[in-house]
């Protein structure tokens, strides 16, 4: 098999079509997600801090400043992802769990035969 027909089956397969359409959206999701504490979280937090914006937070330590605002957003960003993802994934495999759940089976439809001994074998036992 030559390497670009190998690479093409590869490409073409449901998976990796998949997974490019997942990350697209995972990066949409995780804008959303940064606007979102951006816009309404950040400033929440920056008015119980005191601070004009949470991006500028700082600390100087030894003349060398840390902006230790950025990564707080940027944990509070993955916290909200990981949590949404989570309820997600739970609403999924409860669908799964629902929709794999055993069916309670027919009784077997016996055949004359059967039904008739079976009563034989029940009129013994009597």
Not at 70 to 87: G, M, N, S
Not at 89 to 115: D, F, H, S, W
Request: proline share 4%.
């Amino acid at each position: 098999m030559g390497f670009a027909k190998e690479f093409k089956e590869f490409a073409v397969k449901g998976n990796v079509i998949d997974l490019a359409v997942a990350v697209v959206l995972g990066g949409a999701f995780g804008a959303i997600i940064t606007a979102f504490t951006e816009g309404l979280i950040m400033p929440l937090i920056s008015m119980i801090v005191g601070k004009a914006s949470f991006a500028d937070m700082t600390t100087v330590i030894n003349g060398t400043e840390f902006p230790y605002g950025r990564l707080l957003q940027a944990i509070i960003d993955f916290i909200l992802i990981a949590f949404v993802l989570f309820l997600i994934i739970r609403g999924v495999n409860r669908m799964k769990r629902r929709k794999e759940a055993p069916v309670a089976a027919a009784p077997p439809e016996y055949t004359l035969q059967e039904k008739l001994l079976m009563e034989i074998r029940d009129s013994l036992r009597k």
